[in-house]
């Protein structure tokens, strides 16, 4: 059962920045109080990026306690990211929000460590600690989002005349929240790699699949099912426990099993929803978007899916036995076509 839940917060990390030899060519850091505590975000470019006057783009990243800076020997990159912000660097100012309690830089040496540890389920403090815990909830990330578009749309140098969201995975269900509930100044809001039901009913669609494909028998994956009818019963009686979990904390099962739909067909601004045909924890439910949109008649859709294409974008190639024997990083060209939904 861990691997499953470890599946459902998988994350991008497709390391494809140009290291930067000082951090402050990379990006600048900004810190905003947040009661007792501070939000910290990074906007893509140098000083001189922050005197030209830009839309922004809010890019919200997937699950994990991932740092989205990489100190590589005398340098500095991006790896927490499905595309490379640096190709459109003059067409928007690029931001991204550090996760509470996750640091913002870390060498090779701990990222080695730390995808080990994600790998194998360890949630150690040095990798997941009390504080990321704490605030890993879907409210906590809508308000941080909110918060920094709130002082960004004031500063000289943003065009808020344009204000992009741009989230997947995780960043999915944020997005959704956000963009239908909380900030106005949004215009355009781009989704990708979500789901429009809820989270952990992808636990339960990885058991049916894993019978129809032999792995258990039908069996054995209604037992499983069972069992997780009764972890769900505890999590809804537990909603903010952050002590009980279940491979995440009961309070992120909670407010990430939202059902999406409701806040996708609230969303009124110009939507471009995205996935992969081979995303096996999502494709099956986003199929339906266009239907759900139809009949509530709703026109802000703007609907694609890329066959054989997996969870962070990668084009899966199969032999004939369906067997996948490559796969090819297509996350670039993704992006490329928001841009061009944008430029629209």
Same mark, same amino acid.
């Given at each position: 059962?861990?691997?499953?839940?470890?599946?459902?917060?998988?994350?991008?990390?497709?390391?494809?920045?140009?290291?930067?030899?000082?951090?402050?060519?990379?990006?600048?850091?900004?810190?905003?109080?947040?009661?007792?505590?501070?939000?910290?975000?990074?906007?893509?470019?140098?000083?001189?990026?922050?005197?030209?006057?830009?839309?922004?783009?809010?890019?919200?990243?997937?699950?994990?306690?991932?740092?989205?800076?990489?100190?590589?020997?005398?340098?500095?990159?991006?790896?927490?990211?499905?595309?490379?912000?640096?190709?459109?660097?003059?067409?928007?100012?690029?931001?991204?929000?550090?996760?509470?309690?996750?640091?913002?830089?870390?060498?090779?040496?701990?990222?080695?460590?730390?995808?080990?540890?994600?790998?194998?389920?360890?949630?150690?403090?040095?990798?997941?600690?009390?504080?990321?815990?704490?605030?890993?909830?879907?409210?906590?990330?809508?308000?941080?989002?909110?918060?920094?578009?709130?002082?960004?749309?004031?500063?000289?140098?943003?065009?808020?005349?344009?204000?992009?969201?741009?989230?997947?995975?995780?960043?999915?269900?944020?997005?959704?929240?956000?963009?239908?509930?909380?900030?106005?100044?949004?215009?355009?809001?781009?989704?990708?790699?979500?789901?429009?039901?809820?989270?952990? #009913?992808?636990?339960?669609?990885?058991?049916?699949?894993?019978?129809?494909?032999?792995?258990?028998?039908?069996?054995?994956?209604?037992?499983?099912?069972?069992?997780?009818?009764?972890?769900?019963?505890?999590?809804?009686?537990?909603?903010?426990?952050?002590?009980?979990?279940?491979?995440?904390?009961?309070?992120?099962?909670?407010?990430?099993?939202?059902?999406?739909?409701?806040?996708?067909?609230?969303?009124?601004?110009?939507?471009?929803?995205?996935?992969?045909?081979?995303?096996?924890?999502?494709?099956?439910?986003?199929?339906?978007?266009?239907?759900?949109?139809?009949?509530?008649?709703?026109?802000?859709?703007?609907?694609?899916?890329?066959?054989?294409?997996?969870?962070?974008?990668?084009?899966?190639?199969?032999?004939?036995?369906?067997?996948?024997?490559?796969?090819?990083?297509?996350?670039?060209?993704?992006?490329?076509?928001?841009?061009?939904?944008? #430029?629209?």
């Amino acid at each position: 059962m861990r691997g499953l839940i470890l599946i459902a917060c998988l994350l991008f990390s497709v390391e494809v920045f140009a290291q930067h030899k000082e951090l402050a060519n990379l990006c600048q850091i900004f810190h905003l109080p947040d009661g007792k505590d501070t939000t910290t975000f990074i906007v893509f470019g140098n000083k001189d990026d922050l005197k030209q006057k830009k839309p922004l783009f809010l890019f919200r990243q997937g699950s994990q306690p991932m740092p989205i800076i990489h100190q590589y020997k005398d340098g500095f990159y991006m790896p927490v990211s499905p595309f490379r912000f640096r190709d459109f660097k003059d067409k928007y100012h690029f931001v991204m929000i550090s996760k509470p309690g996750v640091r913002l830089v870390a060498d090779s040496v701990y990222l080695d460590q730390y995808q080990k540890a994600m790998r194998n389920g360890d949630t150690s403090e040095v990798f997941v600690s009390k504080k990321y815990l704490k605030n890993n909830y879907r409210e906590k990330y809508v308000q941080q989002c909110d918060q920094v578009i709130d002082f960004l749309v004031k500063q000289s140098w943003v065009d808020s005349k344009k204000v992009v969201f741009c989230g997947g995975s995780e960043g999915f269900t944020v997005g959704a929240d956000l963009v239908a509930n909380r900030n106005k100044h949004i215009t355009h809001a781009i989704l990708f790699s979500g789901n429009p039901e809820r989270r952990f #009913e992808n636990i339960i669609y990885r058991l049916r699949q894993d019978a129809k494909s032999g792995i258990m028998t039908v069996k054995e994956a209604q037992e499983e099912i069972d069992k997780l009818y009764e972890v769900w019963k505890d999590i809804c009686r537990n909603p903010e426990s952050v002590e009980k979990s279940f491979g995440d904390t009961y309070r992120a099962w909670y407010s990430f099993s939202i059902r999406n739909l409701d806040n996708l067909l609230k969303i009124q601004i110009p939507l471009y929803v995205t996935y992969g045909t081979e995303d096996g924890e999502i494709a099956a439910n986003m199929d339906m978007l266009p239907i759900e949109f139809e009949i509530a008649g709703k026109r802000n859709l703007t609907f694609k899916s890329y066959p054989n294409y997996n969870h962070q974008f990668f084009e899966l190639k199969k032999n004939p036995s369906g067997e996948i024997i490559d796969k090819i990083y297509q996350g670039d060209a993704v992006a490329a076509e928001w841009i061009k939904w944008l #430029e629209r």
